[in-house]
Structures are given as structure tokens and as C-alpha cells.
């Protein structure tokens, strides 16, 4: 059982669409991180959200952390080609890292 | 732009076989990770070191996986005897300072095919 549930696993959509990813946990964590990670390639980190409720936005894309820093999204507006790849989140609890299994994402042309 | 270093990029081997990978931090950073990420799937911590201590090996499967950083600096983790399931990328990462509170910077991974 993961810790971090991630969904969808899969998503392929259309460019210009807008969409959403979850990170969901009955644990509460002090902190919260997004990474992309491309094909062949280790993970980038995107964002890290620590106050519960925190939202924060990185061009396109839009990090929110829940009130009770259990869960976390990741939405992204009028996607692109570009955004394709493994979108993680991780959250650190009593000095770990833990990741959630990951959403690929698929942006079609 | 510093990065951190893993070697082999891909290793294929028979199972039975040793195998061995290395990592060089970025400059400067105490805390080295290796993770083990299998085909779709998040990465899972095997080993966490501050500076040439192991911090936490908890779940790494002591009977055929080692890990060391003698001098704090490079770090080499082995797998002896390789079974198929070890099939995954290894992940190497390292953070300034020491927790993870900050930016964990990740190598490209040795991807890892025992047949």
C-alpha cells in the first residue's frame, strides 16, 4: 500500500487542455514536493508547498497544498507537448522522502 | 551548471552476477541517496548517507545489496548476487546540508537489466 496515492497513474490528453493531478495520503506531512522526470532521466524538482492551504503557481502550472497537509494537486492550464513526462509527488515525513507511484502524462500535438 | 554523476547508464547482466554503481554528489553536498525506481512506479529509498555515515539503510535488502561512501564524497552501491526482480533504475541524489528539507538533485539513474 503506498503511502502517497497519485491519480490518474495515466492521462493523455490533447494540447490546450487543462488538467488535474492528485496526491492523496492519510498521513499528515510537513512538507510536500512535485518533480517531473523525463524518459531515461532522473527527476526535477517543480515546487515544495510547506503551510497547509498554500497554493503556488509556477507559470502554467498550479501547486495547492490541502488545510491539513495530507494531500496536495498539481493543475495545469492549456497544456503542451513539453509538459509529456512522470509527474511525482513526495512528501517528508520524519526526516524521508517518500514518493507517490507517479502520473504519466501524455500531451498530444 | 553542477550535476551529479552516476555511472554505468545502463548495465545489463545475468542473474548471479555482481553488479556495481557509482555516484558523485554535487560539490559540497553531505546528505547522498540512492533510490531504486522500477518501470512505473515512484522511486523507494535504499540508503540515505550523512557524509560517510549511513543514516538510514532500513530498506535496503541487506543480504545482497551494499552501499558505501568511504570518504563522504562518491559513493558506490552493489548488488551481489543480481536476481530479475533487481530489474529497475538506481537513483542517485544528494542535498546540501542535512535533512531533506530542501532540493533533492538527482543523477540521470544506471538503468539496470538482469536476464
Known amino acids: 500500500t503506498q503511502l502517497l496515492e497519485q491519480s490518474p497513474q495515466f492521462l493523455s490528453i490533447q494540447e490546450g487542455e487543462n488538467l488535474t493531478v492528485y496526491c492523496n495520503s492519510s498521513?499528515?506531512?510537513?512538507?510536500l514536493q512535485w518533480y517531473r522526470q523525463e524518459p531515461g532521466e532522473g527527476p526535477v524538482l517543480l515546487v515544495t508547498?510547506?503551510?497547509?492551504?498554500e497554493v503556488k503557481k509556477l507559470k502554467r502550472l498550479t501547486f495547492q497544498f490541502g488545510d491539513a497537509r495530507k494531500d496536495s494537486s498539481l493543475h495545469i492550464t492549456a497544456a503542451q507537448p513539453g509538459d509529456t513526462g512522470l509527474y511525482l509527488c513526495?512528501?517528508?515525513?520524519?526526516?524521508?522522502?517518500?514518493f507517490g507511484q507517479g502520473t504519466e502524462l501524455s500531451v498530444k500535438p | 551548471e553542477a550535476e551529479v554523476a552516476q555511472s554505468p547508464r545502463y548495465k545489463i547482466t545475468e542473474k548471479s552476477q555482481a553488479v556495481a554503481f557509482w555516484c558523485d554528489p554535487i560539490?559540497?553536498?553531505?546528505?547522498l541517496y540512492w533510490y531504486r525506481q522500477i518501470l512505473g512506479q515512484g522511486p523507494e529509498l535504499l540508503v540515505q548517507?550523512?557524509?560517510?555515515?549511513?543514516?538510514?539503510d532500513s530498506q535496503l535488502p541487506k543480504d545482497r545489496f551494499s552501499a558505501e561512501r568511504l570518504k563522504g564524497v562518491d559513493s558506490t552501491l552493489k548488488i551481489q548476487p543480481a536476481e530479475l526482480g533487481d530489474s529497475a533504475m538506481y537513483l542517485c541524489?544528494?542535498?546540501?546540508?542535512?535533512?531533506?528539507?530542501?532540493?533533492?538533485?538527482f543523477g540521470e539513474g544506471s538503468r539496470l537489466t538482469v536476464l
Open positions: 541524489a544528494s542535498t546540501a546540508g542535512t535533512g531533506i528539507a530542501g532540493e533533492l538533485f
Open positions: 498521513s499528515v506531512f510537513s512538507s
Open positions: 508547498v510547506v503551510t497547509g492551504g
Open positions: 513526495a512528501g517528508i515525513k520524519g526526516g524521508k522522502l517518500i
Open positions: 560539490s559540497g553536498h553531505a546528505t
Open positions: 548517507f550523512q557524509d560517510e555515515s549511513v543514516v538510514d
